[in-house]
């Protein structure tokens, strides 16, 4: 060092270093040169501030996968760091994030270095990165949709829908978006030119580089709005059900206590039998047997004596 740098580091340690008999003033200087390292470290995450947390995720081959917890941290410390790196290296250097500086457009990519085999990497929508101005987005609900190959505009699926919403909503809008629909991949390409109120959106075949049109169209998707006019459609007739079985329920008189002998339903047809093969069941009578003298001769007697004579007259 010069002797005015020395001075002015000598300068700084008197102020900033309490006085230790066991350490010499060079020791002292390293102690303070490493104090200084950490409070670049702690004005460091200002520029997170700026930037702002985000996650990062991977495609698996179906769907978008979350970077684990350690691996977060290394991609938020990479997208931190100015200038950016282009390359991110993970798991001990297995795996290679290329593009790195072009993460938030959808440039970068996982690249395995035993087998080459590529993934796509992106910032998990809705983020904001920095001052960045948001896409030029209609007022209210908006959708998308495509041009077909008649030339008509064919909206996304109700899925499509809600994951490229979420991606125009980014700060910055990235430049690309990938998606499948029918098991075909896909680039959404254009979103980042709508920050200026102009710029064209295309969908980009991923394997045949063939390319349409897509249109941003305010409102909600055809799908959606079919969909929600039927349920408030089904939600009013349920209501007015109800209301319809409550009135009739409320003017049916009260049930009848005598007891009922035919009726519907198994147990009533049961009960229906039951009671036919009662009424064709022989009716039981007190059959007294004659002897002459005894109990029956003398009722005979009786019933002779009260009765036949009305019978002979």
């Known amino acids: 060092f010069g002797s005015s740098s020395a001075g002015l580091i000598q300068s700084l340690v008197s102020r900033h270093c309490r006085p230790c008999e066991r350490f010499s003033c060079r020791a002292r200087l390293l102690v303070c040169t490493d104090m200084a390292a950490v409070r670049s470290t702690v004005v460091g995450n200002s520029h997170l501030e700026a930037v702002g ?25 990479a997208l931190e760091a100015y200038p950016r790196p282009s390359e991110v290296s993970l798991a001990g250097g297995m795996y290679v ?5 072009g993460v938030e457009h959808g440039k970068a990519v996982q690249m395995n270095t035993s087998t080459n ?69 896909y680039w959404l ?21 063939k390319s349409r049109r897509v249109a941003m169209w305010s409102g909600e998707a055809p799908a959606a709005a079919a969909h929600r006019a039927a349920y408030s459609r089904s939600g009013a007739a349920s209501s007015s059900s109800l209301a319809s079985a409550s009135s009739l329920a409320s003017s049916v008189p009260a049930p009848i206590t005598a007891p009922r002998l035919l009726g519907s339903g198994p147990r009533a047809a049961s009960s229906e039998t039951s009671q036919k093969k009662k009424s064709s069941a022989p009716q039981a009578s007190l059959v007294v047997p004659f002897v002459p003298g005894g109990p029956a001769a003398a009722l005979a007697a009786y019933w002779w004596k009260n009765k036949g004579s009305e019978t002979r007259e």
């Not at 985000?54 to 290394?74: K, L, P």
């Not at 609900?141 to 505009?153: S, T």
């Open 117 to 185: 085999f590529e993934r796509i990497v992106r910032l998990k929508p809705p983020y904001k990165l920095g001052a960045h101005l948001p896409a030029h987005l209609p007022d209210g609900a908006f959708h998308f949709v495509f041009e077909d190959e008649q030339g008509e505009w064919q909206p996304y699926s109700q899925r499509l829908q809600y994951e490229l919403s979420q991606s125009a909503r980014c700060s910055p809008p990235p430049a690309q978006v990938f998606f499948v629909a029918r098991g075909h991949s």
């Open 53 to 77: 947390v985000v996650q990062f995720e991977f495609w698996n081959g179906a769907t978008f996968q979350m970077y684990s917890e350690e691996d977060q941290h290394v991609l938020q410390e």
């Open 189 to 209: 390409v254009g979103l980042d030119r709508l920050s200026n109120g102009g710029g064209e959106l295309t969908q980009q075949n991923l394997k045949t580089g």
């Open 97 to 101: 994030i290329k593009g790195f500086d």
